[in-house]
Nanobody, 113 residues
Framework: QVQVVESGGGWVQPGGSLRLSCVVSGTVFGVYILEWYRQAPGKQRELVASIDTYGTTTYADSVKGRFTTSRDNAKSTLYLQMNRLKPEDSAKYFC???????WGQGTQVTVSS
């Protein structure tokens, strides 16, 4: 059974940074495309970033140039480095393994002064 656990969320002032982590267990981590989503209250869940098995990344326009996703296959861990955070980045962030339809429980990010 695939387990997905996110961590690293918290409160930060606008312009600050956070790094989210996502540990995936119960499967072979290195063979999967991995994705970050976020969902703010009253809004639909949206795709933020993805990374394939070669390390090729894609980003939503709203975070391009500010967020960077990476993976450490040896640690079965996915990362999301978030810089120059804005209040509109506030949301619960989720890690997703599409081919296994496996979601984590999410980690809350709040950006406010």
């Amino acid at each position: 059974q695939v387990q997905v656990v996110e961590s690293g969320g918290g409160w930060v002032q606008p312009g600050g940074s956070l790094r989210l982590s996502c540990v995936v267990s119960g499967t072979v981590f290195g063979v999967y495309i991995l994705e970050w989503y976020r969902q703010a209250p009253g809004k639909q869940r949206e795709l933020v970033a993805s990374i394939d098995t070669y390390g090729t990344t894609t980003y939503a326009d709203s975070v391009k140039g500010r967020f960077t996703t990476s993976r450490d296959n040896a640690k079965s861990t996915l990362y999301l480095q978030m810089n120059r955070l804005k209040p509109e980045d506030s949301a619960k962030y989720f890690c997703y393994v599409p081919t296994r339809n496996a979601w984590g429980q999410g980690t809350q990010v709040t950006v406010s002064s």
